[in-house]
């Protein structure tokens, strides 16, 4: 089965990804209709698994409906509720559906989810999910027993470009190409150059990186972000930028603006971009043609 996504990558192509959360339950007609709508500026979308460590419905069954309808998926993959057992279970089983991408991450502590009482499970980091995936696309699982037919996966990661340890931020990257990631999908930035000072560190080689977008919706919104999600940082232009907007009654228009400033800039910076648009998926196609991402 054709992979649009890793052939564009490998072609040097500027790829367009962005990301979709599954329901908690069975109704998916909001999410196929955000899907359809994004089909054609898009080269895949995201399918999150139970984000927050709140529970949703299984990303790998939304995926196979997204191929069904011609769209691209790649499937988040998290260390936290299931064992390599499971794990690779999962993968093939997503493989021979004919899913093929795939981002692998640790996982937010249940804890913190709406399960609170859930046993995490965690049997691999990131880098040995990373491993068990290039194991079973070289024919054989973690354990070393041979598989009767290997999956073709293009297996991907996620970094953070704006983190205050970029030594150490550079370290866990490295880490992550040499156990098999092939791309790299990256937390919300906000200054192409910060992008720029993470490749050049990084050494990334062929490996395609793709910037996290988030449109800012509002000041407050912007403000938000600095205050509590690490590694992301608004620029004080930026931010006053929302402010004067949020003044004028334009906010929405220059979060749009800001969004599509940037992307241009990162045209010439990293391989893609990764959308994250945040309930404002009716938003994207405009911004992703003004920026010139997409036709």
Not at 88 to 104: K, P, Y
Request: a neutral charge; one cysteine or more.
């Amino acid at each position: 089965m054709t992979n649009r996504l890793e052939e564009k990558l490998r072609a040097g192509g500027f790829a367009v990804t962005t990301e979709l959360t599954p329901p908690k339950g069975i109704d998916l007609s909001d999410l196929l209709a955000k899907a359809e709508l994004l089909k054609p500026c898009v080269d895949a979308v995201n399918l999150t698994e139970s984000p927050r460590a709140r529970m949703a419905i299984d990303p790998r069954s939304v995926a196979r409906l997204l191929v069904e309808r011609g769209i691209e998926p790649i499937v988040q993959v998290t260390a936290r509720d299931r064992n390599r057992i499971a794990l690779q279970a999962d993968l093939l089983g997503a493989a021979a559906l004919g899913i093929g991408n795939f981002v692998f991450m640790t996982g937010d502590s249940p804890k913190n989810g709406d399960h609170p009482d859930a046993k995490p499970v965690f049997d691999l980091t990131t880098v040995e999910l990373l491993g068990a995936a290039r194991a079973l696309a070289g024919g054989h699982d973690l354990a070393g027993n041979e598989l009767k037919g290997a999956p073709r996966l293009f297996i991907g990661a996620t970094a953070n470009p704006g983190t205050e340890d970029l030594a150490r931020e550079v370290d866990n990257t490295r880490r992550k190409i040499e156990a098999g990631a092939r791309f790299l999908q990256t937390q919300a930035v906000f200054d192409a150059s910060v992008v720029e000072r993470f490749i050049a560190a990084a050494g990334l080689g062929d490996v395609a990186l793709l910037a996290g977008v988030i449109p800012l919706k509002s000041a407050k919104m912007a403000a938000w972000l600095n205050a509590n999600v690490p590694g992301i940082r608004v620029p004080d232009a930026l931010l006053a930028q929302m402010q004067a907007a949020a003044a004028a009654g334009r906010e929405e228009q220059a979060g749009i603006e800001i969004a599509v400033g940037l992307i241009r800039a990162l045209r010439g910076v990293s391989g893609g971009v990764h959308v994250m648009a945040l309930g404002w998926e009716a938003h994207v196609p405009r911004i992703l043609r003004e920026s010139g991402a997409v036709p």
